[in-house]
């Protein structure tokens, strides 16, 4: 079994593969305080819940692939990876692996490694030209050439943090849930807020990738354009452009660099 870990700012999503078929997942909190030790309680609480894997930690884990967007918790996993499963391969994306997708950016390492792992699950998915919605922290809107190189992106802010700034910024409004109103006019408050949210980030995707669709391809019906990200489901049903949805989109890209990888270490 190959134990996958994605990091981002707000959500860590976990999955388990068995072979090519993610067969187990979770998203906890990314919390930055939290130390290796209380990482590896974590981690056995969950996977002693699997019955394909054993009581004791590590056991029944082949592998394991890892990629951050916070510094602080990559290196507390790396210490995980040495104290509680030194037996057991381990890749942690970051400079000098492996991935097959070839950076054409002024500065690569500027380039988180989630949005170069989707790249990467989506050459093999889909194939190039392709582009990457994220709708996690921020929207992150990556662009892969019809060669299968990561072309460069966008980043907008994310659909929380918009919501948030609302809340806080408005005098006379206030957090709400993120949820799909009845209509786009909203007869109240809480449903004007939704309907800006929803119908504002659909139109905010469909505006952003048909742009960037002209600047990929001479044909921009041949690009692929493949959302992810746990509040991706808040815009499918509004965006007129999204051709396919893949909720483990990163978690496949991390099983993909780490068999890359995994024969030379």
């Known amino acids: 079994m190959l134990l996958t870990i994605d990091v981002g700012n707000t959500h860590t999503v976990l999955g388990l593969f068995d072979g090519e078929d993610i067969v187990e997942h979770w998203r906890i909190s990314t919390d930055s305080r939290r130390t290796a030790d209380e990482l590896a309680v974590l981690l056995q609480g969950l996977m002693g819940m699997h019955p394909l894997l054993g009581d004791e930690l590590g056991e029944g884990i082949e592998g394991i692939a890892i990629c951050s967007t916070v510094p602080s ?17 381990a890749v942690l994306v970051e400079p000098g692996i492996k991935t097959g997708v070839p950076i054409l950016m002024d500065n690569p390492k500027e380039v ?14 889909y194939g190039g030209p392709a582009i990457v919605v994220d709708f996690g922290t921020a929207t992150t809107f990556d662009a892969v050439s019809a060669r299968g190189e990561y072309a460069g992106g966008v980043i ?21 849930e993120l949820a799909r109103p009845r209509s786009v006019i909203g007869k109240n408050t809480v449903e004007a807020m939704q309907a800006g949210i929803v119908y504002g980030f659909a139109g905010q995707v469909d505006g952003v990738v048909q ?4 600047e990929l391809a001479d044909d ?18 509004e965006s007129s452009v999204i051709d396919e949805h893949e909720p483990w989109l990163t978690l496949i890209g991390l099983r993909l660099v780490y068999e890359r990888n995994v024969s030379r270490m």
């Open 73 to 89: 918790v990559l290196h507390e996993l790396r210490e995980v990876t040495r104290r509680y499963y030194g037996d057991v391969p």
């Open 156 to 176: 907008a802010p994310g659909i929380e943090i918009s919501v948030e700034a609302l809340g806080v910024r408005g005098a006379q409004l206030r957090k709400i």
């Open 220 to 237: 921009p019906d041949e690009v692929t354009v493949i959302a992810t990200g746990g509040l991706a489901p808040m815009v499918l049903g």
């Open 211 to 214: 742009r960037m669709k002209r």
């Open 112 to 125: 988180g490694a989630d949005r170069i792992i989707n790249a990467v699950a989506a050459v093999d998915l």
